[in-house]
């Protein structure tokens, strides 16, 4: 297939998500398209497959209009989707899931079961993979998942293969097969758009690339002509040196926590770090690096399979959260909505909720207390609101994970962990939880951030631990951190490819 | 001259005072219709009727507010009556002592509420499946205890004791309407000045989010079904003293329904996280409200349940929609 996207508009209300972006792909091309999170790639990549209507922009396949794509057009005109987020159901068989909305039916309603599976197996022998067809989908392990998908994909007559980031659970040897399926298809004229961060497989499987940054076109090119360096460049820009804020040093020599040798199976092997304190120690990597479970396993809110935690040179008792916010250990989530907000409930109880199971004594609420240690906190981190009584989903977000953070506050914590912090907040209200990070550090506390975006591991960061595949790859100072840096580790440049 | 409540968004306060207080324009609508039902409705005596009637009811929908804000279910509580009012005979008969049979009820009921707890909070079954399953074992121990007959309580015994509890007045006003009003109070401070509260509602609100600051869920559950356990025991000592006896295999039957439809008129939303003691208490006395208009108005007794059918979707059905205007 040749596909040719001219001029491709797309925004979602204010935020203008692609602007006037072309994508040009061969007959029997893989093309790889490259781009930071929030890069535009995944919107381009849904416009193509008829799920998002693009503002303006022609989209040409083998030379004939086809601007206005529906899934159902795209997917008769072989444009086949794998998504990163698997979309399979777990409570259907392997072979039902591949054949689901396609099934074979013998006299309009009797599934043909035999023959669906008969071709699932099929698929599988080409795809080199041992997977029972008749297999639960529940009982595979994420990789496994990941390859039952590519499989569908393949199961039906394709022109265009559309894989966004589909190796990310993968083992070497299956993302070598995959290549090797991917070459064979491009014998048979098929071609590819392939999402990846992974420098060393995009060179070794594409032809071509383009790069998208905030929603716009840079560049494209062939592969041949460049190298992994020049990649990252174009992906990050140029323009990446953001300001840092002021920051008194307050890092001292004593340890506070030690992390020796940190597992927790199919997530992440043999970590070992340690936190002065003082000091914002950073973690970030690419989707898949097991940095998120990293995190729950300090908390306890996941149970790590195996090493050690140490608090003050003692062992940390990771079994209840509880004993764990009693030790000292404070813990912002990831995903505001899904692991922090307690939607039902006030602004002020919000608040409260830690300093009630861990700190309060008696079972009696005291209005009085509570209105006043609100109040403290209000000021401290300046959180807008009208009323404390209102409900906490009235706030904005940035002022709902100030209430997240003030949680924590006055309960003699001594490290502070923090997944991704700003997560879905504005820009002003990101500048105002920096600075509460700072004054974190500033007390004499330590702070554990985990983040995906590097301006902000930047602005505040002391270190940085680069995570690759669920170990550690790399270990930045804070003079040393730059971003094309950054990403040459997180994306396993300096491994061999895959 | 400056009109003093010219600021006030009239519209607004009253909208949202029917969004959070619906139940008691329920209430209200329904008294209007019971007057023109019969001119005997609205009288003191007669509403305090209103309110005697749902005492069993209402007590045990109490505790059931809780088990539903914290995104649970209690199926089993008409059995827990049964069992807990049967051993509290048994207990009476033995002894003749008023403070040993409500002693033995309620503790019964707690007991058997931490059961069901236990499977929820420790071992993390859903609470519709254990419940469903204890209704049918709870009722059988029952019936096997009373060999199918009722159990009843030593006449003169009863009379002498038991009989003025279910019967006696206070100025007018029943016994077990003042103990289910002071059970109101006394529920209504736990939900609203006790941490305990507050655990339920973040428990209900979102149970990853309550995990991760440092509630205990699993603990907070058991104690949920603890305490309707115990308030549906403290009813089923009630319940004796009013009909001195226990049917095993009648008694407390379909309660449930009954309960459950009491803390969804009143306002309590089933998905978990909001909910008030208060509106619980007029949604019970609106669930007998609905039953004495219908006999006022002489509807025959099988389309009874219909109509309460329709009322409880109805009422449930408004829930939903203002839900929506709030999220506005």
Known sequence: MHLEMKNIHKSFGAVRAVVDVSLTVGEAEIHGLLGENGAGKSTLMNVLGGVLRQDSGQILIDGEDHSHLTPIKSARLGIRFIHQELNLVND????????????IVAGGVYLNKKEMIRQSREIFERLGLEIDPTAYVRDLDTSRKQLVEIARALLFDCKLIIMDEPTTALTNDEIENLFGIMRGLKKH??????????????????????????????ASGEFADINEQQATEMLVGRSIVNDRIDKADCITDETVLEVDGLSCEGYFNDVSFSVRRGEVLAFTGLFGDGRGELAECLFGARQATGGEIRLHGETLDTRSILRVIKSGVSMVPRNRKERSILKDLSVKDNLSMAYFTSAHRGLMIRRGEEARRFEEKRRETNIRVGNPDDPITSLSGGNQQKVVFSRWFGLESEVFILDNPTQGIDVGAKFEIYQLINRIVETGKSVIMFS???????????????????????????DQLNEVDVMYYATGSNRKAG | MKNPLAGVD????????????NYIFSLILLLIVGRIASDQFITIASLSNLVKSSVFIGIIALGMTLVIISGNIDLSVGSILALSAALGVVAFNNSESVLQMLLVSSAIGAG??????????????????????????YRSITVQLGQGG??????????????PIGYGKIFGIPYLVVIFLALTALMWFVMNKTKFGRYVYAVGSNEKAA?????????????????????????????????????????GRMF????????????TMMSGGRGTIQGTFFGAVIIYSIDAILSAFQVPAFVNDLIKGLLILGAVLLQKVLDRTRDE
């Open chain 1, 189 to 218: 004229g098929v071609s590819s758009i392939y999402i990846s961060h992974k420098m060393p497989e995009l060179f070794s499987v594409c032809d071509r690339y383009t790069v998208l940054r905030d929603g716009r076109f840079v």
């Open chain 2, 256 to 267: 449930e329904l009954d309960v459950i439809a009491a803390v969804a008129i009143g306002g």
């Open chain 2, 10 to 21: 009239w519209k607004r306060e009253l909208k949202n005072l029917f969004v959070n207080h």
């Open chain 2, 150 to 163: 009722p159990l009843i309580a030593e006449n003169e015994a009863y009379f002498a004791s038991l009989r």
């Open chain 1, 92 to 103: 259907l068989k392997v072979f039902e899931n591949l054949f689901l909305k396609n099934e």
């Open chain 1, 452 to 478: 995906s975006e590097f301006p902000e591991i930047y602005k505040i960061a002391d270190r940085c631990i680069v995570m690759y595949k669920g170990e550690i790859n790399h270990v930045f100072d804070r």
């Open chain 2, 211 to 251: 995990k991760l600051t440092g509630i205990q869920v699993n603990g907070v559950k058991i104690a949920i079904f603890t305490i309707i356990g115990l308030l549906t025991g403290v009813a089923a000592f009630l319940y004796v003293t009013r009909f001195g006896s226990v049917d095993v295999a009648t008694a």
């Open chain 2, 112 to 137: 058997l509420g931490l059961i069901n707890g236990i499977f929820v909070g420790k071992a993390r079954m859903a609470s519709f499946i254990v419940t469903l399953a204890t209704m049918t074992a």
